[in-house]
């Protein structure tokens, strides 16, 4: 083998190239990013379609049915899952694990493009959005902003003053807030004042709308300059709003503000959120893609220390996830656990070979093995994170073997009389191939894990390349270092062994030696005896598997808690917020407890629905942040199941869930369970009956809890059909009918109003006291063709009934 004396005969060369190891390892190192885990990109990208105001089935009708037949022909797609759900579409396109998402992403835009016209039914429908989930978009840091006089412009001040400035912090990928009200004119009518005008919604409409622009006019020349003709007929404050003229009673104008309550307010509250007891607005903070979270958490609690000198003096931050101190907490842990493995392999080392030159030259593998795993991981674009630091923890014992095995016999050679350097070179030469093959060995242990498919490819892999790497830098660190060094650092003859310790050890050591031999020697006079034994222990072992757990990721006191609530369908979202800031206070009252939060209802954006989280009217969600584990008693799994029983007390709640999840576990299960069964059918009564039974047996099984079937329950809904007949000789249509509805409950947001820059919504809306009664759906006035009005009731069946509030499609 001419790699050893190559390596002796030019001992400047063999140093140059470890120097240069140390330099690019080094340089490799502190340019690599700091993560939790690896970066985790499933192979599914989702196409999401606000369409505010529907139910779940005009959602399934008007939006999901299109983009399911366009989507379905998308190149290389495995299959489709849909979601249909009040105000939002959700298809869910899967690929193939492997496959360029960046390509399926320019094809789905494709797709979508050509879905558009037949979107255009659906008017109120917002535009299409293409969202792939990656680990990277698990957020990084949660927090809360709350304030005492200036709550009131919360919402805007965390907008303007907080959110813009962080989404400029270096690595920062998104900033979503969830709760707060956002400034509006409400501009609500009284439908018996508007009457008694003989005004209708529509012409209100028209005069918003009319009234509210501005509009270029073109130029005209004087002299010698040109100027520009601009009509400016915005509105600038709520005053104006509400003199504006909407209709005449003879000479007398009728102006806004007689027949609606123009308020410069804010929006009528679907989401809130909350701070230990406090209202609040939830900060979610997302990273970029190959960002280092560390350090884009560092840099944006730097921002923060300047930000609080920017907003009000009452407004404060509270941190509820701080992923950093996961990092740090887990890769300290695995850094101390790496270091401890690599003082007691050198301590053994000492003990063993009682040599300390020779101990010197085989601890030099270990920091040369981890130097080159650390250029591996700069090359293949991975990250320092806890699946690398396990596979380095496990790689400290093996590293030092093939240099033992090399100094071992370069030793043995020098004991014989040859010199260093000539032992140095026969002796690693004599054992080379037999290092070679014994590291090999290991070698396809870990190589068939790099082509393991899917999320356990993505973690085994990583880890089975670090391993590798690590492993055959020590085979040529054995091969060329160790022979260098031992040819330089051992002295002719050995090193002296007249000195007290070297005598007892040998003692020792003649000792093991002696009562090994004893038992080999009766080992192999009883064969059958051993064989037997060894069979039994084996087979008893397998019969041990069952009771021994399975789980992909590992169970970990996370230091979290989080309760999921669900009232019954069909519950206001107030019902819910009442009943969520209850669950809060049952948290805020462990002593365990070190932060809290709590969010309640539907998201205007449909965020926690695009990350897998549930989210409605009916739906409230919890968390607490612990103390440190060995400042509390408990596990964060033991207070879990205390907050289990005190939701369990809660009227009103239909389903719950609590849970202690880590921050790998979350990235791993997003917002799902543990376990899901899926049952599918055409038959919708029948897949119910069929989960219900599957329930029943799930939760009789010992180990259960928290067990729910993801259909919900049909919701109430008011539906009204139109007498076509009697309608037509009125001159009235569904279209004319849906509009004044819409108009009336759910708001018209069509003009907007600035102010110093920012448009801030106008929202006609029928008075919130006439909006809480089904009679009232009945007085609805319609206009005829004719002008003339008439009830809804007269051209109209109104029924009260159950709909879908989720329609799940696979």
Request: hydrophobic share 45%; aromatic share 6%.
């Amino acid at each position: 083998m001419k790699l050893p004396d190559i390596a002796v005969r030019r001992p400047v060369a063999t140093i140059m190239v470890f120097a240069a190891i140390i330099l690019l390892g080094s340089v490799a190192f502190f340019k690599l990013n700091l993560d939790l885990l690896p970066d985790i990109e499933p192979p599914a990208v989702s196409v999401i379609t606000p369409y505010p105001g529907a139910s779940a089935t005009d959602v399934e009708s008007d939006i999901t049915k299109y983009m399911e037949d366009h989507l379905s022909t998308t190149p290389n797609l495995d299959r489709l899952e849909s979601k249909s759900k009040d105000n939002m579409s959700i298809v869910n396109c899967i690929f193939n694990w492997g496959a360029d998402l960046d390509v399926a992403v320019n094809d789905i835009r494709e797709k979508i493009d050509l879905a558009k016209p037949d979107l255009e039914k659906a008017k109120d429908a917002k535009t299409p959005y293409i969202f792939k989930f990656s680990s990277a978009m698990v957020p990084v840091l949660v927090m809360t902003v709350t304030a005492k006089e200036s709550s009131p412009d919360l919402y805007r001040i965390v907008d303007k003053q907080i959110s813009d400035p962080l989404k400029r912090v270096a690595g920062v990928g998104a900033v979503v807030y969830i709760g707060g009200q956002e400034r509006q004119i409400t501009v609500h009518f009284d439908r018996k004042t508007l009457e008694a005008h003989h005004l209708s919604v529509q012409q209100v409409r028209n005069a918003l709308a009319a009234e509210n622009l501005n509009l270029p006019a073109g130029s005209v020349k004087v002299g010698r300059n040109e100027l520009q003709i601009r009509v400016a007929g915005r509105y600038r404050d709520a005053a104006e709003i509400a003199n504006t003229v909407v209709g005449r009673n003879g000479d007398a104008f009728i102006r806004l503000k007689d027949v609606a309550t123009v308020t410069d307010a804010h929006e009528e509250p679907q989401e809130w959120a909350w701070s230990g007891s406090s209202p609040a607005v939830a900060l979610i903070i997302q990273k970029q893609s190959g960002a280092n979270t560390v350090r884009v958490i560092e840099a944006i609690k730097e921002r923060l220390k300047t930000l609080k000198e920017e907003v009000p003096a009452d407004i404060e931050l509270h941190t509820v996830l701080d992923n950093s101190d996961h990092i740090y907490a887990m890769i300290n842990n695995l850094v101390e656990a790496a270091v401890v493995a690599a003082i007691l392999v050198i301590v053994v080392c000492i003990l063993f070979l009682r040599r300390f030159r020779s101990s010197l030259i085989v601890t030099l593998a270990i920091p040369f093995s981890l130097i080159g795993a650390f250029i591996g991981l700069f090359a293949m674009g991975y990250t320092i994170n806890v699946i690398s630091l396990m596979s380095l923890s496990i790689a400290v014992g093996l590293v030092v073997d093939d240099a033992i095995v090399v100094l071992e016999n370069i030793i043995r050679h020098v004991e014989k009389g040859k010199s260093p350097k000539e032992a140095a070179v026969e002796a690693t030469s004599e054992v080379g191939l037999a290092v070679t093959a014994s590291t090999l060995t290991i070698v396809v242990v870990f190589a068939p894990l790099l082509l393991v498919k899917g999320l356990a490819g993505i973690i085994f892999g990583q880890l089975a390349f670090v391993m590798l790497i690590t492993i055959l830098a020590s085979l040529f660190v054995s091969l060329t270092l160790t022979p260098m060094a031992a040819s330089r650092l051992l002295r002719s003859g050995g090193e002296r062994k007249s000195n007290r310790v070297f005598a007892w050890s040998e003692r020792a050591l003649n000792g093991i030696d002696a009562f090994y031999a004893r038992v080999l020697e009766w080992g192999l006079r009883h064969r059958r005896l051993v064989l037997s034994v060894i069979g039994i222990i084996f087979c008893g072992s397998l019969i041990l598997i069952p009771w021994v757990g399975t789980e992909f990721v590992p169970e970990v006191d996370s230091g979290e808690v989080e309760i999921v609530l669900e009232m019954p369908e069909g519950t206001r979202a107030e019902t819910t917020a009442v009943a969520t800031e209850e669950m809060l206070e049952a948290v805020n009252r462990l002593p365990e407890t070190q932060a809290s939060y709590a969010l309640a209802g539907q998201t205007k954006k449909g965020l926690l629905s695009a990350l897998g989280f549930e989210e409605g009217t009916n739906i409230g969600r919890i968390g607490g942040r612990l103390l440190a584990k060995e400042e509390r008693s408990r596990s964060a799994k033991e207070l879990a199941a205390t907050l289990r029983r005190q939701v369990m007390k809660l009227p009103g709640v239909e389903r719950y869930s609590t849970s202690a999840v880590s921050a790998i576990q979350k990235a791993f299960l997003g917002g799902g369970r543990p376990i899901s069964i899926e049952v599918l059918g055409h038959d919708i009564k029948t897949t119910d009956e069929i989960a219900e039974k599957i329930r029943g047996i799930v939760e009789t099984t010992p180990g259960t809890a928290d067990v729910s079937v993801s259909r919900k329950k049909p919701r109430p809904e008011v539906q009204i059909r139109l007498d076509r007949d009697r309608a037509a000789t009125l001159g009235l249509n569904v279209a004319l009918l849906a509009d004044a509805l819409r108009t009336n409950y759910y708001g018209f947001k069509d003009s907007k109003f600035r102010e110093a820059g920012d448009d801030f919504e106008i929202e006609l809306r029928l008075k919130k006291e006439q909006r809480e009664s089904i009679r009232e759906i009945g007085e609805t006035p319609l206009t005829t063709v004719k002008g003339q009005t008439v009830q809804l009731r007269n051209v109209a069946s109104i029924q009260e009934t159950f709909g879908q509030r989720c329609i799940w499609k696979a």
